[in-house]
Structures are given as structure tokens and as C-alpha cells.
């Protein structure tokens, strides 16, 4: 069993930054691909970021893809998601997930969730 949680939602302004974090406790998390997921309200589960097990391959979003970067820490058993040129589009509850060999782009593929850490952008 892997537990994930998430930190570092918060309300900001378009154009700022932030950060979230996601702790993984339980089983081994230094072999298991891990990922971001969002979702806002009325709308599906979209894929922000995921990232293999040794941190060398990463794919991203269309929506994200050069604003946001994903990293991870196999020490500390954390994985980040870094945001910048954040937009009012952006916000959503974003969710850590992981439990997988490979980092796959659909929610599906994951076997363990965080429980989500909401961040909005105001215009």
C-alpha cells in the first residue's frame, strides 16, 4: 500500500507561481512512475505531468506543457510539480498519483491517489 499526500495548493493571481509537493509513504517509491492529474469542477480528469522512476523521462499536458515541470526526489519520497505563468484556466484540484512501472498518461494506469490539493487563479 502507498500512501500519497499532496501540499502546496493555494489562491493566486494569473501570472504567479507555485509549487506542490507529494509525499509518498508505504510501499517502495523510488520504482514507481508517478503523476499529476486535475480536475476541475463539471469537467473530466485531465493529465497535467508524470514522470518515471528515476526521474530521466517526463511528459506533460498540451495545456501545461512549458509552464509546469515536474521533479522528483527518490530521498525524500516526494515528487513536485512546479507551475508558473499560472492562468484562471489552471485551477482545479490537483492529484498526485503513482503505483505504476511506467509513466503513462491516463488515470486509468494509476493505482494510488492523493486526495487532491486545490489551487485557483484569479483573473
Known amino acids: 500500500q502507498v500512501q500519497l499526500v499532496e501540499s502546496g495548493g493555494g489562491l493566486v493571481q494569473a501570472g504567479a507561481s507555485l509549487r506542490l509537493s507529494c509525499v509518498a509513504s508505504?510501499?517502495?517509491?523510488?520504482?514507481?512512475?508517478m503523476g499529476w492529474f486535475r480536475q476541475a469542477p463539471g469537467k473530466e480528469r485531465e493529465f497535467v505531468a508524470s514522470?518515471?522512476?528515476?526521474?530521466?523521462?517526463?511528459y506533460y499536458g498540451n495545456s501545461v506543457k512549458g509552464r509546469f515541470t515536474i521533479s522528483r526526489d527518490n530521498a525524500k519520497n516526494t515528487v513536485y510539480l512546479q507551475m508558473n505563468s499560472l492562468k484562471p484556466e489552471d485551477t482545479a484540484v490537483y492529484y498526485c498519483?503513482?503505483?505504476?512501472?511506467?509513466?503513462?498518461?491516463?488515470?486509468?494506469?494509476?493505482?494510488?491517489w492523493g486526495q487532491g490539493t486545490q489551487v485557483t487563479v484569479s483573473s
Open positions: 498519483a503513482g503505483g505504476i512501472q511506467l509513466p503513462y498518461t491516463t488515470a486509468e494506469h494509476y493505482n494510488y
Open positions: 514522470i518515471s522512476w528515476r526521474g530521466g523521462v517526463t
Open positions: 508505504g510501499r517502495t517509491f523510488s520504482n514507481s512512475a
